[in-house]
Each structure stands twice: as C-alpha cells, then as structure tokens.
C-alpha cells in the first residue's frame, strides 16, 4: 500500500547519500519517512486490507488493491451511488494515510486550505 | 553514461567543438555542475574566446541528458529546435548557441546555450526572498505563457516535436494509461484518475506549443520578474489549458498552497493575465481536467523518476525520494474530481 522505495530502503539510500554529501536536506527528510513508518506500524495498513478483504476475500494488501484497481479499471465503480462513495471513502483513507507520512508538511497545508 | 567532467578527454574535447564552433581558441574556466534537473545535466561553463564570434570571456551552459533517462521527452537536438524557435519569437528563455548531436565530444550530445542571471530556487521564489512584487512575476509569467501558446503547427523549424496529435487531450491519457500499466504495483488513485479523464474528455482544440513542464522551479527570476523559462524538453503540441493546469498543480506550490498559482498567485489573478495577454478565454472545466491529468501525469512521472534509482541504479537521494510523491497527486487527484 505504501509506496516505495519503503522506510528501510529509504533509511540506505539516505545513509550511502550522506556519505556522497548529497543535500542534508534531503537526508533528513528521508530518515523523518523512515521514522513516521515505522512509529505507524502495520497496523493502518492492516485496517485497510480488512475492509478489502470484506469485498474481496482474504488476502495480503498488494493483491486486494490490485484486484481493486483492476475493477476501477473495468468501469466498476463509474455510476454515482453507495459503491462509488465507498470506494471514494476508502481512497480518501489510504492516500491520507501515505500523505501523512510521506509528507504530513503538504498535507497541514493542503487542509488547511478549505477544498 | 554520466558527463564526466574531470575526465581529460572530455574536456579536450568540448574546448576543440568550442574553437570549432566560434572560430577562436577557447580556454575552459570553469565547469561545474548546477544545481536542479533531475532529467538533463545542467552545467555551469565559463570560456575565454580569444577572438571569434563569441570574443572575450562567456557565461554559457552545458545541457546534457542525465545519466539514466526517462524514457520520454525531447532528446537534445528537438529541445535545441525549441529553444531556437521560442527566443527568435522574443520569448524570455536562454539564447541556444550551439548543438554537438556527435557523442565522441564529451561522451553524449549536448547542446550549449548563455547562461541567464537571477534564480530558479522554488522556495526563494515563493517565499519572497527574491524581492520584486509577486503581482509582476505572476504577469510577466502570464504573458510568457501566452507568448509560447501564439507557436501554432505546422512549423518545419520544429519538426523534433513530431506532428501535433489530433487529440492531444486523448494522446496524453494513453500515454499515462500505458506508463501506468508497466508499473508493477497497483495504483487504485490512479486508475480512478483515468477512468475520470476518459469519462470527462474534451473536445480536442487547435494545438499549440506548450511547455510541458511550466511551473515555479522551471524558470528563473529576480526582484524585477521573470527572466528566463527553463526546461523546455517536454514541449509538445497541445492543448493551452496543459501548460495552465500543470502550472497550478498542488506539487507546485512548495509551502505556499494557498496561492494556487504556482505558490505565486491566486489562481484568478494568473488566469486573468493569460487571459489578457493571449487573448484565449480559458474553460474552466477544461482547466480542470487538464489539472487532473498534471496529477495524474506527475504519479506516473515520479514512478519512473523512482525507477531510475531503484531499477536504474543511478545512486540519487531525490530520485529515491521521488517515488514517496505520488501521494500529493493522489491527494489533488481525489480533491479535483470530488462529486460536484
């Protein structure tokens, strides 16, 4: 669900860009991904894949959202009404989810914001 | 390969294209890189010309593809087209001097254009910190905008651009449905976006150059306003609204998203420039699809930019980082297409 390269992935590319002298900056940001992952845990990712796994079955996380994406794909979700709202819903949580901790700055300012 | 500017050879070989090329000797004093361009390498060049037709000391640029490549976007002799084109029309970009399309020179083509002053910095831009009025940046970058959308096709100067497409808005959704697909992880956000630009598509319109990447970041300023627009490898015949959506698309505004039009200005005000200065009535609709295919076209975008380093191997912090961004366009894509 998250996208990648994931906190730990992240965490080495910003170490080897220390040692490169790469912007501070950026190193920075990389290891505050990292830490705000790993603080979350599986568990925000686990509340996701249950409400998938109603429609879908069990499953891991990868697979419900890829059959998901090929049904938003095939036009399952194109009419108003109570399935697009809750595909809707459902989007809303997982990208606010990734947002927060991909860039939680973006995010304070986005809401802040009225839409 | 990357440009490997300490390497003697390279070096040798730029300073004889640079007396090749303006009749004089040239004496290299300064090569370094600048900061930015995560596509092309952008090099800071100094030259002594003794003589020729570029006499005495020049602050020039060395532009050149970075050294893994997205797969897409104009090569260098296409982009050099463009920039010939867009600074015979009076358009503030940098003057194109010369184009190597020869990869012995320096180890790839390259193509050499002066160096402008001021800065392309986003936060120092949007922040104020330049100076100058925001309202002045934000018409100076309107009437540019208009300036480059008065190019129409057919133009044999640009052939590198291709001909334009009778449906620009149609070409581009099936550009990113198929970049889409050779991703390997599923994109929910994503496939809803397409489902959305294919259900809401607009008519086609008359093409026009277009940018392609028009935003805070992509052109350079001072206190007294716009100097020069950067970046032009993803001009493209299209749509004018293209250029207007992408300009205002949430990732643009770097801290400042409550002035939509680049962090600079509210959108109103942006929109109402253009709209005196190019004579077009922008839709409103219309501009709104094509902000949802920028967000749309930026996710697919930062999924290559992440592959370069993950897959790619070419070892860049900000590429890696790049693949966290698709969550801002998730979020603009949800956003603009909430029911209404």
Redesign the interface.
Same mark, same amino acid.
């Given at each position: 669900m998250r996208?990648?390269?994931d906190g730990a992935?992240?965490r080495a590319?910003?170490a080897?860009?220390l040692e490169?002298g790469?912007?501070p900056a950026?190193?920075a940001?990389?290891f505050a991904?990292a830490e705000r992952e790993a603080a979350a845990g599986m568990a925000p990712v686990e509340a996701i894949r249950a409400r998938l796994a109603r429609r879908y079955g069990e499953a891991p996380i !990868?697979t419900l959202? /890829?059959q998901? =994406?090929a049904e &938003?794909?095939a036009?399952a979700?194109?009419a108003?009404g109570p399935a697009q709202a809750e595909?809707?819903r459902l989007?809303?949580d997982?990208?606010?989810l990734?947002?927060a901790e991909?860039?939680p !700055?973006?995010?304070a /300012?986005?809401r =802040?914001?009225p &839409? | 390969m990357p440009f490997d500017a300490e390497s003697g050879a390279a070096r040798a070989g730029l300073r004889r294209f640079l007396c090749d090329a303006t009749g004089a000797a040239a004496e290299i004093r300064t090569l370094q890189r600048l900061p930015g361009g995560a596509v092309q390498e952008n090099w800071r060049l100094d030259v002594d010309f003794a003589g020729g037709s570029l006499a005495g000391r020049q602050s020039l640029v060395l532009r050149t593809g970075a050294a893994t490549t997205l797969g897409f976007g104009l090569d260098c002799a296409a982009e050099f087209q463009v920039l010939r084109a867009v600074h015979a029309a009076g358009i503030a970009a940098p003057e194109p001097l010369f184009l190597c399309g020869d990869a012995e020179v320096i180890g790839k083509p390259f193509c050499l254009m002066r160096r402008l002053a001021g800065d392309a910095a986003p936060t120092r831009i949007v922040s104020g910190a330049l100076g100058g009025a925001r309202d002045t940046l934000i018409a100076d970058l309107a009437r540019a905008l208009a300036a480059i959308h008065r190019l129409a096709p057919p133009r044999r100067d640009l052939a590198g651009l291709g001909p334009a497409p009778p449906d620009a808005a149609a070409a581009r959704l099936a550009q990113c449905r198929e970049w889409l697909a050779r991703d390997g992880d599923p994109h929910p956000v994503a496939e809803w976006a397409l489902r959305w630009l294919a259900r809401y598509a607009p008519e086609p319109v008359a093409p026009v150059l277009c940018h392609g990447d028009f935003r805070t970041g992509n052109f350079l300023a001072d206190a007294a306003g716009l100097i020069g627009i950067l970046d032009w490898e993803f001009a493209s015949w299209s749509d004018p609204h293209e250029d207007l959506g992408w300009f205002c698309l949430g990732s643009w505004r770097f801290g400042a998203y409550a002035r939509e039009a680049g962090g600079i200005a509210p959108r109103a005000a942006f929109i109402a420039a253009y709209e005196a200065a190019s004579g077009r009535r922008v839709e409103r609709q219309r501009l709104r699809w094509w902000e949802v295919m920028a967000a749309l076209r930026w996710l697919v975008i930062a999924l290559r930019q992440r592959d370069r380093c993950l897959l790619g191997g070419e070892p860049s912090l900000d590429l890696a980082l790049t693949g966290r961004r698709p969550a801002e366009c998730e979020f603009e894509i949800l956003k603009l297409t909430e029911a209404e």
């Open positions: 996208d990648r390269p992935t992240l590319h910003a080897a860009a490169r790469e912007d950026l190193v940001r990389a991904i !990868e959202l /890829a998901l =994406a &938003i794909r036009g979700f194109d108003e595909l809707r989007l809303w997982v990208t606010l990734k947002l991909s860039n !700055e973006y995010l /300012a986005a =802040a914001v &839409i | -």
